[in-house]
């Protein structure tokens, strides 16, 4: 008698880091609407941009399972995650090959792949390049180094020095039980903090400076390491976290839809807030409110993955899931002409890419569990 084949056990610590990424991420995009003049405010929104570094780097962890698929899969892989980036890119900035989120995980992808097919020799100039141009990111003046990278990838994650993050967590996660590791990223640690305090240099996040980089980047694989050596009880449910870390790439599109509401209720609630609410309890209370709103954006995301992985089920037991991810494309072509021609006659139609962008991440969870 044939056994059913076990299910491979999940990395529950990198499940628990991709999903306060997403959290962070939620809370970030919606904070932006939030008036910049309260401390804790500021305080928080800037724990919570650190989302792209958590993203990045457990996206690097997890590289090597691509990595390892047949050519015409990978291919497949690489041409859907594009036509997400460009749907992404014409929403974000009405540029589709503006290099934000999603774009900078493809051309990521694209370069770690083809570096993965080079010969070794090759490999060692690619090396020594990386090697030189960290060194000038260093050395030299970091806008001027910035502006020499920003010019061919427009966004807000420039391929060159952002890769970084994707190369240490792949890095980290070949050597993630090696006992020196820790004992390197504590060092790394050390090193930002005494650049940052000692020598007062300031973070920086666009442009990306190198303190900002070994600062939390160390930060995020030390969380990795305390997080492996937590024994978390029985009783505890997985099924949320692994709804959203399994989900990921569908979680990341549907949240703009979270946001967008809870700034619609924040538009409504705040000058009720300001009208009622004595002017010395006003940082508390739009403190709370930023909290509030983030948690209640979360819920409303939960609740939208759950909904479109269940109408997912439904499209897919009549055969027509099956129609739109052969058809895609040619549907991905035809709606991004559209959307950019929406989108240069009025701006006001940015929204109405939102189904689209959604659309495609789902195909592209739904043929990935095929």
Same mark, same amino acid.
């Given at each position: 008698?044939? #056994? ?5 056990? +999940?990395? +529950? ?11 962070? #991420? ?7 609407? #939030? ?31 691509? !990595?390892?698929?047949?050519? *015409? ?102 050597? +993630? ?20 305090? @000692?020598?007062? +240099? ?69 000058? *009720? ?41 439904? !499209? ?14 040619? @549907? *991905? ?29 789902? !195909? #592209?969870?739904?043929?990935? *569990?095929?």
């Amino acid at each position: 008698m044939l #056994m059913p084949t076990p299910r491979p056990a +999940r990395d +529950r610590s990198l499940d628990v880091i991709r999903v306060t990424a997403l959290v962070f #991420m939620v809370a970030a995009h919606w904070g932006r609407t #939030m008036p910049d003049t309260y401390r804790l405010v500021n305080i928080l929104q800037f724990v919570f941009e650190l989302a792209p570094v958590m993203f990045f780097f457990a996206f690097g962890m997890t590289l090597d399972n691509f !990595l390892r698929k047949p050519l *015409a899969r990978r291919i497949e892989g690489h041409l859907k995650l594009f036509i997400l980036a460009a749907i992404h890119g014409l929403y974000q900035e009405k540029n589709p090959f503006t290099s934000d989120f999603f774009m900078f995980l493809f051309a990521a992808r694209l370069l770690f792949d083809i570096h993965a097919r080079v010969g070794t020799a090759n490999r060692v100039l690619i090396a020594l390049f990386l090697v030189a141009l960290c060194g000038a990111w260093v050395v030299l003046p970091l806008p001027y180094v910035y502006g020499l990278f920003v010019s061919p990838f427009p966004g807000w994650f420039p391929v060159f020095p952002w890769i970084l993050f994707v190369a240490a967590g792949r890095m980290f996660a070949h050597h +993630r039980q090696a006992p020196r590791t820790a004992v390197i990223v504590l060092l790394g640690l050390a090193v930002a903090l005494a650049d940052i305090l @000692i020598l007062g +240099r300031t973070l920086s996040k666009w442009p990306l400076s190198p303190d900002y980089a070994l600062l939390f980047g160390s930060a995020t694989a030390l969380a990795f390491l305390a997080l492996d050596r937590i024994r978390w009880p029985a009783f505890l449910s997985w099924r949320t976290v692994e709804l959203l870390s399994g989900n990921l790439l569908l979680a990341t599109a549907l949240h703009y839809i979270a946001v967008a509401a809870v700034k619609a209720a924040h538009g409504t609630l705040s000058p *009720a807030l300001a009208g009622s609410v004595p002017a010395v309890y006003l940082p508390a209370a739009f403190t709370l409110e930023y909290v509030a709103m983030a948690g209640i954006a979360l819920l409303i995301l939960i609740v939208l993955v759950r909904a479109t992985l269940a109408a997912g089920d439904w !499209l897919d037991g009549r055969g027509i899931l099956g129609i739109a991810d052969a058809l895609l494309p040619t @549907i *991905a072509v035809t709606g991004i002409g559209l959307y950019a021609a929406m989108l240069h006659l009025n701006n006001d139609l940015r929204d109405a890419g939102l189904p689209f962008l959604c659309a495609v991440a789902f !195909l #592209m969870v739904y043929k990935r *569990a095929s």
